[in-house]
């Protein structure tokens, strides 16, 4: 069998964590930092955390956004972990955490192929990040490490939800993808990336 070959993102955010724990995995690793490298031959995505507004246009400004849209609409896992999850989703809840309203531009949907709304900044910006060990289906317990996370807020009909943390959606799986509120790549549990890899 053919060695897994995994595309991260690496235009901004966390994709190195995501690509060491991809290679103690055993998988190849193709960094995506500009349209050409989407050329590269890879058969699964990783989106990694970070600031989803950056990584939307960069990918839009880079001549990738369409191009990635239509690898997940044709079938490729994709793992999206906090802004991840913000660039899959179809929606983005018209509040923020804090209560605020959502301007025009962090109102922006990207990717928009994950039917589900998502809450950015959901947990508030000061006081936003915590750890919790909960149970995510198909994995066991697994830590989970929220940094000024979302969380998602509606899910359509055939969206799965994996995990709950205070009665919040933060982990959902819909064919071929798995959007997460947290970040498994600071931890050094693997089971989520194992789950992903499965796919």
């Avoid at 309203?101 to 910006?125: C, E, I, K, M």
């Avoid at 996370?149 to 933060?170: K, M």
Wanted: contains cysteine; proline residues 3%.
């Amino acid at each position: 069998m053919a060695k897994r070959t995994v595309g991260v993102l690496a235009v901004q955010g966390a994709f190195v964590e995501h690509e060491r724990i991809l290679k103690r995995l055993g998988v190849q690793v193709v960094q995506l930092r500009q349209a050409s490298d989407l050329r590269k031959g890879f058969d699964a995505l990783v989106l990694p955390g970070g600031e989803s507004t950056a990584q939307g246009r960069l990918m839009r400004d880079l001549g990738m956004l369409e191009t990635i849209r239509g690898l997940i609409e044709g079938g490729m896992p994709v793992l999206g972990t906090c802004a991840g999850l913000i660039l899959l989703a179809k929606r983005i809840d018209t509040q923020n955490g804090d209560g605020s309203t959502v301007d025009a531009q962090h109102n922006s949907t990207w990717l928009a192929t994950l039917p589900v709304t998502v809450r950015r900044n959901a947990y508030g910006r000061q006081l936003g990040s915590f750890r919790v060990v909960e149970e995510c289906a198909g994995c066991g317990r697994v830590p989970m490490t929220f940094i000024r996370a979302p969380f998602v807020t509606q899910v359509e009909v055939g969206v799965e939800v994996l995990a709950t943390v205070n009665e919040h959606i933060v982990a959902v799986r819909y064919a071929n993808q798995i959007g997460l509120s947290f970040h498994p790549e600071l931890d050094t549990n693997e089971a989520l990336h194992q789950a992903f890899l499965s796919m």
